[in-house]
């Protein structure tokens, strides 16, 4: 590790608040905003009074994937939409020509939260047969609600375009379709684009610009972060709870939870070296960046799903109790590692390793 990256490694998570104080607020709230008696919007708040709501994880790599764990560790979902929020103003800044990078910067600064929505639901967002207008919907849009404009993939295949779109109007949101046991309070679903103007829609890039690395599946790492924060977190809660009760220190307690946290370790290296192999000037091909980010993609989920299976096994039934901490974070957490696409991710990290003799330490 250089001084450089080191001295980066140390700096604080937080600006000109307490850290303790920050990250204790986000997980207090997690279980009220899971059943719903508040609004994760508060939570996304905090994020704004931090100043985080400007980074896009290209200012300073460590920082961004440190934070994105850290936030992982505490309160998944709210995690899950500054992922979003995040990943279109990286969309914006490499798609995006001038005007509409400062038109964003605009939207952020007057008090915008955007996301990212591109699974289409039973019928693609396209243009409709008259030209002037979208038709179509989008499935599992998280942020509903919370979300005030949203990066949405229009068309499909080599054709594909994103554009921003103002999703403020609640009556084409249907949070109803969203019954999965975890990530409850992101308050995603189903919202209908039936009859919004073309002309409202802020485009970023041209057809097919969206598919091109690193920018695709090398920002990934992002996920990644918030998996192994998630896994870390969990990992974190159950020993919390051994401890309260006397029985961490049993041999077979501490071998469980170190050997993962060992994993964890690990894992958490590799996100932060994909988010600096995506950084201007870093010596990676684009092909190359989306593996390592596809890798540590696939690393954290295995790894995740280890402290998953970890922590029944040292918290028992009471893990399973309602009003459980590890319980909701284990089902936050194995939702969200459902993510779309894993056996390609598997496929394209072997061929960037194996194509040719050598290739696999030009990934190292």
């Not at 590790?1 to 307490?18: E, Y």
């Not at 690990?266 to 960046?289: I, K, N, Y």
Request: charged share 20%; proline share 3%.
């Amino acid at each position: 590790m250089t001084r450089q990256n080191a001295v980066a490694r140390h700096r604080p998570v937080t600006t000109g608040l307490d850290p303790d104080k920050f990250f204790r607020l986000l997980e207090a709230s997690a279980a009220s905003e899971d059943m719903g008696e508040i609004s994760i919007a508060r939570s996304v708040g905090r994020l704004r009074e931090a100043g985080w709501l400007t980074d896009d994880g290209t200012v300073d790599a460590d920082l961004s994937a440190e934070r994105l764990q850290r936030v992982g560790a505490v309160n998944l979902s709210v995690g899950r939409l500054w992922e979003g929020h995040m990943n279109a103003l990286y969309l914006a800044r490499v798609h995006g020509d001038e005007r509409s990078r400062e038109r964003i910067a605009e939207l952020v600064n007057d008090g915008a939260f955007l996301g990212v929505w591109g699974a289409d639901g039973d019928t693609p967002v396209v243009p409709a047969p008259n030209g002037i207008s979208l038709t179509g919907s989008k499935n599992y849009a998280s942020g509903l609600g919370t979300v005030t404009h949203a990066v949405v993939s229009v068309s499909s295949g080599p054709q594909v375009r994103l554009g921003l779109v103002d999703v403020r109007d609640m009556s084409r949101a249907d949070p109803s379709c969203w019954r999965m046991q975890g990530m409850r309070a992101t308050a995603s679903g189903r919202y209908d684009f039936d009859g919004i103007a073309m002309g409202d829609i802020l485009w970023l890039g041209g057809p097919g610009d969206y598919l091109k690395e690193p920018h695709f599946v090398g920002g990934v790492w992002r996920i990644a972060a918030l998996q192994i924060g998630g896994a870390v977190g969990l990992l974190d809660s159950a020993a919390t709870i051994l401890r309260a009760n006397g029985r961490l220190e049993a041999p077979a307690q501490m071998g469980r939870l170190s050997a993962c946290a060992i994993r964890a370790f690990g894992a958490s290296a590799l996100t932060t070296q994909a988010a600096r192999a995506g950084l201007p000037g870093a010596h990676h091909a684009p092909s190359e960046v989306a593996a390592i980010a596809a890798a540590a993609r696939l690393l954290t989920e295995e790894v995740a799903l280890d402290a998953i299976r970890t922590v029944e096994q040292c918290l028992g039934l009471a893990h399973f109790e309602d009003g459980s901490a590890t319980g909701r974070k284990a089902r936050d957490l194995a939702v969200y590692l459902r993510q779309a696409a894993r056996d390609a991710y598997q496929t394209r990290v072997g061929e960037a390793c194996f194509e040719r003799e050598g290739s696999l330490w030009t990934l190292l």
